[in-house]
Each structure stands twice: as structure tokens, then as C-alpha cells.
């Protein structure tokens, strides 16, 4: 059980262009979602918690102009990058939790490549 | 200081060792993580743990929460074990704080 879907798993696009990325939860509802960035060789960095209906929050230093999040389902959270440019090249990992102190179940990722 | 600490940043072993990786965070926390990410960079989530110790197959994750110190063994290493292991210490409402990871390497 627990199983988090996210989509695609690799997109190379062109510089300007915006790329959307989809975090599914398949066998549960997931109350609250996370957004992370990981550049090489480094930890993951939160960039916004989500939670079904409301208004995602943002980590300091993260644009949430530029990084588009929509929580609109129990199941289903986008991210949507906007506008990329190369230095958004990175491999963002969404997770999800039934939330409280429920466990955060992680998707397989996504390596966004901008050109 | 960053507040999940892990050790050693990489290991390389041979296939068959006993592996440990250490871990230590310095706020209070309910549970500690210890996640799997694979060299394509999906994460799987190995445990969760508030105390004592948990074992699943050949993976054994033990936690002393007075001193802040949690420990990831692996029994009779295997390449396929090569990853990154990462510890995650969540704040309140999940809010996670991640190590910087472990890069285990099993040669054969």
C-alpha cells in the first residue's frame, strides 16, 4: 500500500518554456503533499508543503511565482514550473501523507533537464 | 550546524560485510526515517522508528532517542544494496529535515 505515482519521470524542454509535474497518491488520501528539489550529490530541500484545498506554503527562497503548486484532490498535486530556465534543472521529488504525524510516502521523482 | 547529521558521507564495502550508518539530530523529534534513494533517484522509505529497533529482512534500524542517535545495519551486504541512504527527522506536521545522505557502494 501506500503507493505515490509522480509524472513524467524525465523532461528535457526548452529555456522559457513550462513544464508540469503530477504526484499521485494511488491507494489513499493524501491530506498534506510535499514538493522537494534535490541538486546532485545533495540532500533534498523542502519547497513547499501542500495541503487538499487550500493555498500551498512556500520555503523561504523558493518563488512560488515561478513554482506553481495546485493541491485541488486528495490524490492528485501539481507542480508547474514556470518559465524555466537552465538553472531550474534539477530532480524534484514529491511525497505524500495522510497528514498529522502520518509517514510521507515518496514518488519515484522527476528529472527536469531545461535546455 | 546542520540538524541531521549522518556517517560516514561514503562507504565502500565488499559484498557479504556488515554496513553501518550512523545518524544523529539535534531537535526533538516523535520518529526518525531512514529512506532508500536508488542511482535513478526514486526513494523508498526503509523505516520508521521512535524507539528501540526495527527490522525488516536484512535491515535492522535502531533509535536511542535520549541521545538523539538513530543507526541503519545492513547484514551480508549485497550490490544491490549500493544507494543512498538518507535520515529524515520530522518536525512538526511532517515538516522533514533531511541528512545529507550516505553513499554505500557494494562490490561484489
Known amino acids: 500500500g501506500a503507493v505515490v505515482s509522480q509524472h513524467p519521470s524525465w523532461v528535457i524542454c526548452k529555456s522559457g518554456t513550462s513544464v508540469k509535474i503530477e504526484c499521485r497518491s494511488l491507494d489513499f488520501q493524501a491530506t498534506t503533499m510535499f514538493w522537494y528539489r534535490q541538486f546532485p550529490k545533495q540532500s533534498l530541500m523542502l519547497m513547499a508543503t501542500?495541503?487538499?484545498?487550500?493555498?500551498?506554503?512556500?520555503e523561504q527562497g523558493v518563488e512560488k511565482d515561478k513554482f506553481l503548486i495546485n493541491h485541488a484532490s486528495l490524490t492528485l498535486s501539481t507542480l508547474t514550473v514556470t518559465s524555466a530556465h537552465p538553472e531550474d534543472s534539477s530532480f524534484y521529488i514529491c511525497?505524500?501523507?495522510?497528514?498529522?504525524?502520518?509517514?510521507?510516502?515518496f514518488g519515484d521523482g522527476t528529472r527536469l533537464s531545461i535546455l | 550546524k546542520n540538524e541531521v547529521e549522518q556517517s560516514p558521507q561514503n562507504l565502500t564495502a565488499q559484498e557479504g560485510e556488515f554496513i553501518t550508518i550512523n545518524c544523529s539530530y539535534s531537535v526533538g523529534i516523535s520518529a526518525l526515517h531512514w529512506l532508500q534513494q536508488h542511482p535513478g533517484g526514486g526513494i523508498v522509505s526503509l523505516f520508521m522508528?521512535?524507539?528501540g529497533k526495527k527490522k525488516h529482512g536484512r535491515l535492522i534500524a535502531t533509535i536511542n532517542i535520549q541521545e538523539k542517535h538513530s543507526s541503519l545495519h545492513i547484514t551480508a551486504s549485497h550490490p544491490r544494496d549500493s544507494a543512498v541512504y538518507i535520515c529524515a527527522a520530522p518536525y512538526n506536521n511532517n515538516d522533514m529535515r533531511f541528512g545529507a545522505g550516505t553513499r554505500l557502494t557494494v562490490k561484489p
Open positions: 501542500s495541503n487538499e484545498g487550500s493555498k500551498a506554503t512556500y
Open positions: 522508528l521512535s524507539s
Open positions: 511525497s505524500a501523507s495522510r497528514g498529522g504525524t502520518q509517514p510521507q510516502h
